[in-house]
T-cell receptor, first 118, second 117 residues
Framework: AQTVTQSQPEMSVQEAETVTLSCTYDTSESDYYLFWYKQPPSRQMILVIRQEAYKQQNATENRFSVNFQKAAKSFSLKISDSQLGDAAMYFCAYRSLHYGGSQGNLIFGKGTKLSVKP | DTEVTQTPKHLVMGMTNKKSLKCEQHMGHRAMYWYKQKAKKPPELMFVYSYEKLSINESVPSRFSPECPNSSLLNLHLHALQPEDSALYLC????????????????FGPGTRLLVL
């Protein structure tokens, strides 16, 4: 079974600085998706960034980028120029590429709570 | 439009009440999901509907009864709940598998905060 581990329960960053959130996962599959979701206090889960495992190029989305290390099974999220609105719980998630049974379910890490200091 | 809506935003119910949560999407997605999320925890999958048919039930107690009346709507009927069922209930949707592969992104609604007294 696949697992996702976020080893940092809480992190803090100064506004305008850069912060990196860690995520590691375990799987025997070669094809899968990885996601970072953001959940602010307003509670809606918002997709931040997505990475397909078969793509070597790291995904980027404006101030958000990932460092995807497939061999090391690592998927960290870098937030540049942090803003107050970035304060939220961040969840790393894994999803199998292949359809069937529970293989397509999102498997979440426990989350990292990010605080942004003005 | 990547919007999933949920009503109500908040719900308080007694253990003998019957209530329903509603979820709606107009993105043409044919897979819809219910998740339960306790405070400071990740979401836990409850049910998955694919083409309006229940495809996954993650051993959820029968006091939770899902329904998918059409491709845009998903309901969760609640009856005889327990205080430990108090949580945030999230709905999500995505495209269904194509050629045996999942379309990758689930879009979440804002959730219903449920309190069972």
């Amino acid at each position: 079974a696949q697992t996702v581990t976020q080893s940092q329960p809480e992190m803090s960053v100064q506004e305008a600085e850069t912060v990196t959130l860690s995520c590691t996962y375990d799987t025997s599959e070669s094809d899968y998706y990885l996601f970072w979701y953001k959940q602010p206090p307003s509670r809606q889960m918002i997709l931040v960034i997505r990475q397909e495992a078969y793509k070597q190029q790291n995904a980027t989305e404006n101030r958000f980028s990932v460092n995807f290390q497939k061999a090391a099974k690592s998927f960290s999220l870098k937030i540049s120029d942090s803003q107050l609105g970035d304060a939220a719980m961040y969840f790393c998630a894994y999803r199998s590429l292949h359809y069937g049974g529970s293989q397509g379910n999102l498997i979440f890490g426990k989350g990292t709570k990010l605080s942004v200091k003005p | 439009d990547t919007e999933v809506t949920q009503t109500p935003k908040h719900l308080v119910m007694g253990m003998t009440n019957k209530k329903s949560l509603k979820c709606e999407q107009h993105m043409g997605h044919r897979a819809m999901y219910w998740y339960k999320q306790k405070a400071k925890k990740p979401p836990e999958l409850m049910f998955v509907y694919s083409y309006e048919k229940l495809s996954i039930n993650e051993s959820v107690p029968s006091r939770f009864s899902p329904e998918c009346p059409n491709s845009s709507l998903l309901n969760l009927h609640l009856h005889a709940l327990q205080p430990e069922d108090s949580a945030l209930y999230l709905c999500a949707s995505s495209q269904v598998p194509s050629g045996g592969y999942y379309q990758e992104t689930q879009y979440f609604g804002p959730g219903t905060r449920l309190l069972v007294l």
